[in-house]
């Protein structure tokens, strides 16, 4: 990373909610575009937006300097050979969650990990090619983490909707996102 990348993330640590100003609502119009395709060019949100290029570039700025605002970039697990996802939920003392997070990180395919809190206090996913290596993940895991103890784990084979968007069979998106209520004024309960 270079410094302002680093010190964009030291402003992220000292946010605070009770900092935060609401976003403007012309600000807002750009989230809608920008969770669509959030490799959208300042060029063709202008012109979707109707608005100056320089007008756009000011807003996109604006919304991406909001601290509350994250773009994340996801790939097709098939692309990668590794179709199939498994989470781990285990029991864990908390103070080996920093060594057992440390460990996982080893798996260039773990894709989450998590403290939690209730019956299981720990959980982690990986993605993997075939049934066969979630059965060498977690060998290798409980080898290496002696007091991790594995209370459950959930195999997803293929993912219909994933950040929003309906997948094909391949994992490949399809048709328009399904964007969350608060963009499309729908009423949640």
Partial sequence: MDASAVAALER?????RE??????EEDRALIPLLFRNGRASVSEIATELDAHASTISRRLNRVLADPRISLRCDIA???LQQPISCQWFCRLPPDRHAAAFKMLREFPNLRFCASTTGQTNFTFVIWVGSPDEIFDVERRVVEQITDLS???????????????WPLDA???RTGEPVLPAFFTGRQTS
């Fill in 150 to 164: 594995i209370a459950e784990n959930s195999v997803t084979a293929r993912f219909h909707k994933r950040m929003g």
């Fill in 170 to 172: 391949r994992g490949r």
């Fill in 77 to 79: 697990p098939v692309v």
């Fill in 19 to 24: 900092d935060a100003q609401p976003l403007r």
């Fill in 12 to 16: 992220l640590g000292r946010f605070s």
